[in-house]
């Protein structure tokens, strides 16, 4: 039985391209998580387009949305299995200023935007609201939420397998206000993917955009405590060579556990 994740996208804010980025790719957000029968994508980065073009059988998949911004959502248009007629997509996501994802779906494909309309869509569609602390069980997964520290309504993810917690933390500005209750929803992860966007200087400039700089990052892991410490959603700047310097700080800071910078295509097996 297949039980994975793979990482499509790995870059944060826009997707980029250049030698400079060749190590680490420049996909947008994108996560698979395969657990035999069960398929789930969190986000819909560009990261999604090439993960569309490998699910040639599928009939059912559950896509949910941590958030509303480009970057989380500028692939869904791109996404080949939207295409087909005899599957059913179930997308998955938080309200957004009153509005349903529907609404903000449809304006996404608006016609000045998108040559085919939501109505255009050949796949069956449906559309479900997810809210902080309320599970959700899609086959032998239990997803659970909460609201993170980022622009507009943003949730992270506690993912439980029937043998392991996976955390996923894609934007989220740590500060006092939220660390706490984060902490103790994640305490003590198998695997906790989380953001360390920002060097201390550039967080320095950029306080207040929803972002973690790396030394709050390496605090905050230390608090949790995971089994391991994914980073993704690297900044659209950070080159190769940027962000393995970054790992490498990160490395040599006395964690509790294993920390690893993701680049796009990367697989970690589950139990």
């Known amino acids: 039985m297949t039980k994975l994740l793979k990482f499509w ?97 449809d304006q996404l494909l608006a016609k000045e935007f998108f040559p085919v309309h939501l109505d255009e869509i050949q796949a069956k569609l449906e559309f479900r609201v997810i809210e902080e602390k309320k599970p959700v069980h899609v086959g032998p997964l239990i997803l659970d939420f909460h609201a993170t520290n980022h622009p507009g309504m943003t949730y992270c993810f506690k993912i439980k397998t029937p043998h392991q917690t996976i955390g996923y933390v894609s934007d989220n500005e740590l500060i006092a206000d939220n660390q706490k209750s984060l902490i103790e929803f994640h305490k003590g992860t198998d695997l906790f993917i989380h953001e360390a966007q920002y060097s201390p200087e550039e967080y320095a400039r950029k306080k207040g955009w929803g972002h973690s700089c790396l030394s709050k990052a390496i605090r905050f892991i230390k608090e949790v405590g995971p089994g391991k410490w994914l980073v993704s959603h690297h900044d659209p700047e950070h080159s190769d060579d940027d962000l393995l310097a970054m790992e490498s700080i990160a490395q040599n800071s006395d964690l509790p556990c294993p920390a690893e910078w993701i680049a796009d295509g990367h697989i970690v097996n589950l139990h």
């Open 9 to 105: 996208g790995t870059r944060g804010s826009c997707s980029v391209s250049g030698p400079q980025y060749s190590r680490f790719g420049g996909n947008s957000s994108c996560l698979e998580v395969r657990y035999g029968e069960t398929l789930l994508i969190i986000d819909a980065g560009t990261g999604i387009r090439p993960l569309g073009h490998t699910l040639k059988n599928e009939k059912k998949i559950d896509l949910f949305l941590s958030h509303f911004h480009w970057d989380h959502i500028i692939g869904f248009p791109f996404f080949e299995p939207i295409y087909k007629k005899d599957v059913k997509i179930t997308v998955w996501a938080p309200h957004a200023n009153g509005r349903s994802c529907r609404e903000l779906f």
